[in-house]
């Protein structure tokens, strides 16, 4: 069955750098994206953007500015988040999940994994 | 890029319908047949119930359905049940290559 199994838990200071992975299994990873979204303490699910595993083609949200670095491993059907210079407003869920490219949907979803951004 | 827009909350009795929008633009939900619905129950990650607007994946309860007029998506949820009680959240693929997720709908369940 499909899954994808995200990192653990991370505290990080200010300025710090963190790198979330997810695991996935279950499918061939090549042929869909992975996108990475998150969710502040109360918060909506905001969009932070995808990386085609197949393509290579990477999108990122604006309000990222640069902060924020997609990578994957093909051999190990993983996929990292890496975020750097952190503030307190980094401070939240993050979810990595499936797509199919040019579907417009995420059918299954990462348990998310809780950074938090704090002196 | 603004989040679509939801009720905060809406609530109905076991048994009852309701109907949660989701307003965006004509760069987004009215553009694109891209428009999908996720449930999210605390501290837990969203699961897919609508996509592609009005369509529904293999496992999702019939009660679910989707519709759109003009820059505005609807998810209605027929049959209320005491399990339904969650956060829904409506997202959109856009005209500038990006996702927008809706502010997010509390559903209570009296």
């Known amino acids: 069955q499909v899954q994808l199994l995200q990192s653990g838990a991370e505290v990080k200071e200010p300025g710090a750098s963190v790198i979330i992975s997810c695991r996935t299994s279950?499918?061939?990873?090549?042929?869909?994206?992975v996108q990475w979204m998150r969710q502040a303490p109360g918060q909506r699910l905001e969009w932070l953007g995808w990386f085609n595993a197949g393509t290579g083609h990477i999108r990122y949200s604006q309000k990222l500015q640069g902060r924020a670095t997609f990578l994957i491993d093909t051999s190990a059907s993983t996929a990292f988040l890496a975020l750097t210079r952190l503030t307190s407003e980094d401070t939240a869920v993050y979810f990595c999940?499936?797509?199919?490219?040019?579907?417009?949907?995420?059918?299954?979803w990462g348990q998310g994994t809780q950074v938090t951004v704090s002196s | 890029q603004s989040a679509l827009t939801q009720p905060a909350s809406v609530s109905g009795s076991p048994g009852q319908s309701i109907t949660i929008s989701c307003a965006g633009t004509s760069s987004d939900v009215g553009a694109y047949d891209y428009v999908a619905w996720y449930q999210q129950r605390p501290d837990k990650a969203p699961t897919l119930l609508i996509f592609?607007?009005?369509r529904r994946p293999s496992g999702v309860s019939f009660r679910f359905s989707g519709s759109r007029s003009g820059n505005t998506a609807s998810l209605t949820i027929s049959g209320l049940h005491a399990e339904d009680e969650a956060t829904y959240y409506c997202s959109s693929y856009t005209a500038y290559n990006t996702y927008v997720f809706g502010t997010g709908t509390e559903v209570t369940v009296l």
């Open positions: 999940a499936r797509d199919l490219p040019d579907t417009g949907f995420f059918d299954y």
């Open positions: 592609g607007v009005t």
């Open positions: 279950g499918y061939t990873f090549t042929s869909y994206s």
